[in-house]
C-alpha cells in the first residue's frame, strides 16, 4: 500500500520523533496540535500543522473524534499516536476502522485486551508466562483483606484498567489496608474511570526489566533485547538502559522468550513492549503488563539494534511484512537514557514552566538527544515536563556511563529549573555503577542523600 500522509496526533518529542521517521520514509506529516502548541518544533517541523482546540488535553489530544475527523478533512490515510495521551485508548483504533483510517499501532482487540490487567494476567496464566501471587478484580476492601492475609505483607495494590503509578499502594500491614485500598480505588476512579484494584505479593528487591517486540500483521513476531527500568521515582522512570547490567544470561533468555510467548498467544501486531519484575532475592521474573505502544525509553534499543522502531512501526501499520527474523537481530555496545524535565528538584519535583532563555545540547558523535525544545520555547503548565531525553552509547557499559557524565555536564538550559542536578548525583553513586539497585533505590536511598547535598 502506498504510504501518502500521516496524521501526527501527538506533541513534545514524540512528535518530532515521528515527524522525523515520516520525512525519511518520503510520508507526508500533518501535525494535530493545541493552541498552546502551534509554536512548537513538531508545528515548525511538519508538513501541515492543523489546531484542534485550547490548550486543555480533554478538548485537544483527547478529543478521539476531532482527532479522526482532522485526519479524514486533511486527506490522511494513517494516524500515529505516540505514547501517552489516546496511545492506549482503544476507542481511537476503531473509529480508525470505520473512518478507513489505517491506525499505526496494535489492534483494538488486543488494546482492551492488554489495558485491562486482570485480563493481562488471565492470559499470561492460560501462556504459561509467570505472574505474581495475586487476586482476580477486586472492589470490596474486606475481601482483599483476606487475600493479603493469604498472601502475607507486605502486598502492593493496583489499578486494574490503568498504570503510571496511579491507584498504586504499598500495604504493610493489617491495620492500615482499608484506609489505603479506599485511596487507591479512588484514585483509580478518577484517573480511569474504574475503581477496581487487584492484590499482589510486594517484592521488596525487585529490578524493572522489559522486552521489545515487533510483530506484522502476518505472524511473525520478533524480540529486540531487554531494557532496564529499575531507575524510578513514584513509579516514573527516570533513567532506562539496553541491555540490563548483571541480569543473568539464563534470566534473560527465560524473559525474552515468555514475552514473545505471551505476543505471539495473543497475536499481537506492530511495536510493543512487555513489562516484567524480577525478583532479585529468587531470581525469578514476573509478568506485569503490555504497553501497546511505543514506549519513552525505545531510543536505548535503536541504539543497540541498529533498527528504527518508529519506521518500522509505520511499515508495519501500511501492511509490510517485517523484513526481519529473530536471528538477524544483533546487540552492539551498551545504551543509555536520562530523562531531563522541568522540575524544581529541591521543591519535592515540582513542574517549573516557563520560557527557555539558552537551550544547548552536547552533539558529540557517542550522544543522541530527542528533543523538542530550543531557545525562546515557552514550556506550559498543561502538560508533562518532559524536555528532552539524552542518550549515550559506548562500546561497554562504562563507557556509556562516562559518556553519560560529559553529556550532561555539557547540556545547558536556563529559564526553568531541570532536573540535570539530580540526574548528575544520580549516576555518580556506586550502586549505580555497578547496577546493584531496585525500583524503590531512589525514594529509599538516593533523595535523602541528594537533599543532604543540596541543601
Known amino acids: 500500500m502506498k504510504k501518502n500522509r500521516i496524521l501526527v496526533a501527538n506533541r ?3 512528535a518530532v520523533r515521528i515527524i522525523k521517521a515520516c520525512k525519511e520514509l518520503g510520508i507526508e506529516s500533518v501535525l494535530a496540535c493545541s493552541e498552546a502548541d502551534k509554536e512548537s ?4 517541523r511538519a508538513d501541515k500543522t492543523v489546531i484542534i482546540g485550547p490548550p486543555q488535553p480533554d478538548k485537544s489530544y483527547l478529543d478521539i473524534s476531532k482527532i479522526v475527523n482532522t485526519a479524514v478533512e486533511n486527506g ?3 494516524i500515529h499516536p505516540g505514547y501517552g495521551f489516546l496511545a492506549e485508548n482503544p476507542d481511537l483504533p476503531s473509529l480508525c476502522e470505520e473512518k478507513g483510517i489505517i491506525f499505526i499501532g496494535p489492534r483494538p482487540q488486543t488494546m482492551r485486551q492488554m489495558g485491562d490487567k486482570i485480563s493481562a494476567r488471565k492470559a499470561a496464566v492460560e501462556l504459561n508466562v509467570p505472574i505474581n501471587e495475586g487476586s482476580k478484580g477486586l472492589t470490596d476492601s474486606k475481601e482483599g483483606e483476606a487475600i493479603a492475609e ?29 484506609s489505603e485500598f479506599d485511596m487507591a480505588s479512588a484514585e483509580a476512579q478518577k484517573a480511569f474511570g474504574v475503581p477496581t ?3 499482589e505479593r510486594y517484592l521488596q528487591n525487585a529490578r524493572h526489566v522489559e522486552v521489545q517486540v515487533l510483530g506484522d500483521n502476518y505472524g511473525k513476531l520478533i524480540h529486540l533485547g531487554l531494557r532496564d527500568c529499575s531507575s ?11 541491555l540490563p547490567y548483571n541480569l543473568p544470561a539464563e534470566l534473560t533468555d527465560r524473559i525474552s522468550e515468555a514475552a514473545v510467548s505471551l505476543c505471539q498467544g495473543i497475536n499481537y501486531n506492530n511495536a510493543g513492549t512487555v513489562e516484567f519484575l524480577v525478583d532479585k532475592d529468587r531470581n525469578e521474573f514476573y509478568f506485569m503488563e503490555v504497553n501497546s505502544r511505543i514506549q519513552v525509553e525505545h531510543p536505548v534499543t535503536e541504539e ?21 527474523d529473530q536471528e538477524d537481530i544483533e546487540f552492539k555496545g551498551h545504551a543509555i537514557e536520562c530523562r531531563i524535565t522541568a522540575e ?25 538527544v530527542d528533543t523538542h525544545c530550543y531557545e525562546g520555547y515557552l514550556i506550559t503548565p498543561f502538560y508533562d515536563s518532559l524536555l528532552a531525553k539524552v542518550i549515550t552509547i559506548g562500546d561497554t557499559r562504562d563507557e556509556a556511563l562516562e559518556n553519560m557524565r560529559k553529556a550532561l555536564s555539557s547540556f545547558e538550559v536556563s529559564g526553568v529549573e531541570t532536573n540535570i542536578p539530580f540526574l548528575q548525583f544520580l549516576i555518580n553513586q556506586p550502586e549505580f555503577g555497578t547496577g546493584d539497585i531496585t525500583i524503590k533505590w531512589i525514594e529509599d536511598t538516593v533523595l535523602t542523600k541528594f537533599l543532604e547535598v543540596i541543601n
Open 150 to 178: 493469604k498472601i502475607g505483607y507486605p502486598v502492593i495494590l493496583k489499578a486494574a484498567a490503568g498504570g503510571g503509578g496511579r491507584g498504586m499502594r504499598i500495604v504493610q500491614g493489617k491495620n492500615n489496608f482499608k
Open 304 to 324: 543497540i539494534t541498529g533498527i528504527d522502531l518508529v519506521k518500522e512501526q509505520i511499515r508495519i501499520a501500511y501492511g509490510d511484512p517485517l523484513p526481519i
Open 76 to 78: 490522511c490515510d494513517a
Open 232 to 242: 524510578q521515582r513514584r513509579y516514573q522512570k527516570v533513567i532506562e538502559e539496553a
Open 41 to 44: 518544533m513538531g508545528a515548525k
Open 12 to 14: 513534545g518529542e514524540i
Open 197 to 199: 484494584l487487584f492484590v
Open 344 to 368: 524544581n528538584t529541591k521543591d519535592d519535583f515540582m513542574p517549573t514552566p516557563g520560557r527557555i532563555k539558552n537551550f544547548y545540547v552536547p552533539n558529540e558523535t557517542y550522544v543522541r
